[in-house]
């Protein structure tokens, strides 16, 4: 266990790196008049995104480079590639580093920020999984009480969806199927009729209420097309 401080000081000293490497190759194009930073770093993940095969090499040349000076290498099995061109996915382009070469994401798919990358480029596949996810951690089969089990569904489950509802491009006649298993549950669980859609369920002094996955959802996707609409 390190000391509060050390995330800090390794943060500092790779963003000298970063900085370092960033200038080997420019911006990266992705079409519309829009561009984006060579290099992005999430703590000790990088990730390199250039226009041209030519800079993308030569990128993680220099990256390479800089991380021996500094008596640390990549991990080239913990790493993946992917190129696309004219919209579809290059398996013949490959990279390397630290002399390795680096799987691409149709070898073995990768997991980013809760977010799974493969060959595919789709989420169509997330939306069934998101919706398996929701049907498994239903607790029908538990032996805890239906207000406990409303409880851990308020705050436990329905968070744990948003995620992947969030980052995933999903239909939303998925989420109106998970909102569906949901409200089944619940109104078993609390013993109310079927044509009770919201429930509130007073329990002591507080009172928990049921969201509307639907609407949770609509609302999100409408705020990140805003935001998307203001920052272009």
């Not at 998970?178 to 919201?198: D, F, H």
Request: proline share 4%.
């Amino acid at each position: 266990m390190g000391c509060t401080i050390s995330p800090i000081l390794f943060v500092m000293a790779m963003e000298v790196i970063l900085k370092a490497a960033e200038g080997s190759a420019g911006p990266a194009n992705l079409g519309g008049g829009c561009s984006m930073p060579p290099l992005k770093a999430f703590m000790d993940d990088t990730t390199i995104i250039c226009s041209k095969e030519d800079d993308t090499r030569r990128m993680l040349t220099r990256s390479d480079d800089l991380m021996s000076w500094c008596r640390m290498e990549f991990k080239p099995k913990k790493s993946r590639s992917l190129s696309i061109r004219r919209g579809k996915v290059d398996e013949a382009t490959t990279f390397t580093v630290t002399e390795q070469q680096i799987p691409t994401v149709s070898q073995e798919p990768v997991k980013s920020l809760g977010r799974w990358y493969d060959s595919s480029m789709k989420d169509t596949r997330r939306g069934a999984e998101t919706l398996e996810l929701a049907s498994e951690s239903l607790l029908n089969k538990c032996e805890l009480q239906g207000k406990f089990k409303i409880w851990c569904l308020q705050f436990m489950l329905i968070p744990k969806l948003q995620w992947p509802l969030l980052v995933y491009d999903i239909c939303s006649t998925t989420v109106e199927a998970i909102e569906a298993k949901i409200n089944k549950y619940t109104r078993k669980w609390l013993g109310v009729l079927p044509a009770v859609s919201w429930i509130v369920h007073k329990i002591g002094t507080s009172i928990i209420q049921i969201a509307n996955t639907l609407a949770d959802f609509t609302a999100t996707d409408t705020s990140v097309c805003k935001q998307y609409i203001i920052k272009k």
